[in-house]
């Protein structure tokens, strides 16, 4: 069975959902997780109906986009807590959400992705293009989707 869970978050409610629904499952068969938060990298210009906006200093998006993991994965180490499963939590920078998820699994050796999958369909799917649905088609890794 599996011994070590990749638990992705983004910080949404549905997030929330599968963390907890992870640490469930992670107690129920005596696995361990490691919640992980990819931020975006630093962009000094934003684009946006033909204006380019000046982006927060580099400091400042740092600041922000560390207080925005250290929020998602708090939530993450509480749950783990409450249910007394061993957890640890990792935080990188990446434009690439998918390939960062890919990536700290192998590193951690995980032998599961448990992530959340906001179900987007029609055009909006395939204009915001899906994490979830990357990670599926990528990963060796077994991959467990929760909606």
Not at 9 to 23: E, F, N, P, Y
Not at 24 to 29: D, H, Y
């Amino acid at each position: 069975m599996f011994k070590h869970i990749l638990v992705p978050t983004d910080g949404s409610k549905l997030s929330a959902k599968t963390v907890k629904q992870a640490v469930k499952m992670a107690k129920s068969v005596g696995a361990k997780i490691t919640g992980f938060y990819a931020s975006p990298e630093y962009s000094s210009a934003y684009y946006g109906d033909g204006y380019i906006l000046r982006a927060p200093s580099s400091k400042a998006h740092d600041e922000a986009t560390e207080k925005q993991a250290r929020r998602c994965l708090s939530t993450i180490e509480v749950e783990a807590e409450v249910e007394k499963v061993p957890c640890e939590v990792m935080h990188v920078v990446s434009d690439s959400p998918y390939e960062a998820i890919i990536d700290a699994a192998k590193k951690k050796k995980c032998d599961l992705i448990f992530m959340a999958s906001h179900g987007r369909r029609g055009l909006s799917g395939l204009v915001l293009g899906s994490e979830t649905h990357k990670v599926l088609i990528h990963s060796k890794i077994p991959v467990l989707v929760c909606r």
